[in-house]
């Protein structure tokens, strides 16, 4: 660091001058012109020196400030994470105990404790696409089923029974052919002759 003297122009000028002659005048000039430049350049020295020093407290300054901003998120971050893997004798003492009136479903819902909030959020995206999917599904099977039922009952059903007509009409047919049949037979069996038995 640069120690300033206290050189200054007043003090160079206060100084007794013995009666100056021209020669001395002029090597009092000079001096004095030596001893203005020397404060110039001492002030100039000086204040680079100042400037210097608060520029560096400046940069200490927000470096410590840094410093402590990530050391207080940091001890967040740490903070955080202890409270949502902290563990006290209390809860210890939970898990050796069981609870016999607790539900699946009571046991279900302390899992969200365990699982990440992205995790259930994921399942619970996956979930909600199922159960839309599921709906949509159920529904457009449905119609689907009920176009086809009230289809196969509205033009079924009168087909069947006019098929069902049907043959009962040709089961008729042909037995009125059997009985014509059968009474041709019957007409033309007496016109022939039997022979005759004797005794």
Same mark, same amino acid.
């Given at each position: 660091m640069v120690q300033i003297t206290d050189i200054s122009e007043e003090n160079v000028l206060?100084?007794? &001058?013995?009666? *100056?002659?021209?020669? %001395?005048?002029?090597?009092?000039? $000079?001096? /004095? /012109?030596?001893?203005?430049?020397?404060?110039? %350049?001492?002030?100039? /020295?000086?204040?680079? +020196? &100042?400037?210097?020093?608060?520029?560096?407290?400046?940069?200490? %300054?927000?470096?410590? %400030?840094?410093?402590? $901003?990530?050391?207080e998120d940091e001890e967040d971050e740490n903070e955080d994470e202890e409270e949502a893997y902290a563990t006290t004798d209390d809860e210890d003492e939970d898990f050796d105990y069981f609870d016999e009136d607790e539900s699946l479903l009571d046991r279900i819902r302390a899992l969200k404790d365990i699982v990440p909030p992205q995790t259930r959020a994921q399942f619970s995206s996956f979930f909600d696409i199922t159960r839309n999917f599921s709906k949509i599904a159920f529904s457009k099977t449905s119609s689907f089923t009920w /176009?086809?039922?009230?289809?196969?009952?509205?033009?079924?059903?009168?087909l069947s029974l006019t098929i069902? +007509?049907?043959?009962?009409?040709? *089961?008729?047919?042909?037995q009125f052919q059997l009985q014509g049949d059968a009474g041709d037979l019957l007409a033309a069996a007496p016109a022939e002759e039997k022979p005759a038995i004797t005794v």
């Amino acid at each position: 660091m640069v120690q300033i003297t206290d050189i200054s122009e007043e003090n160079v000028l206060q100084q007794p &001058v013995a009666e *100056e002659t021209p020669v %001395e005048d002029n090597f009092v000039a $000079e001096q /004095a /012109a030596a001893a203005e430049e020397a404060v110039e %350049e001492l002030a100039e /020295a000086e204040a680079e +020196a &100042v400037a210097e020093a608060v520029a560096e407290a400046v940069a200490e %300054e927000e470096e410590e %400030e840094e410093e402590e $901003e990530e050391d207080e998120d940091e001890e967040d971050e740490n903070e955080d994470e202890e409270e949502a893997y902290a563990t006290t004798d209390d809860e210890d003492e939970d898990f050796d105990y069981f609870d016999e009136d607790e539900s699946l479903l009571d046991r279900i819902r302390a899992l969200k404790d365990i699982v990440p909030p992205q995790t259930r959020a994921q399942f619970s995206s996956f979930f909600d696409i199922t159960r839309n999917f599921s709906k949509i599904a159920f529904s457009k099977t449905s119609s689907f089923t009920w /176009a086809i039922t009230t289809s196969a009952l509205l033009l079924g059903v009168p087909l069947s029974l006019t098929i069902l +007509a049907e043959q009962q009409l040709v *089961e008729m047919e042909k037995q009125f052919q059997l009985q014509g049949d059968a009474g041709d037979l019957l007409a033309a069996a007496p016109a022939e002759e039997k022979p005759a038995i004797t005794v």
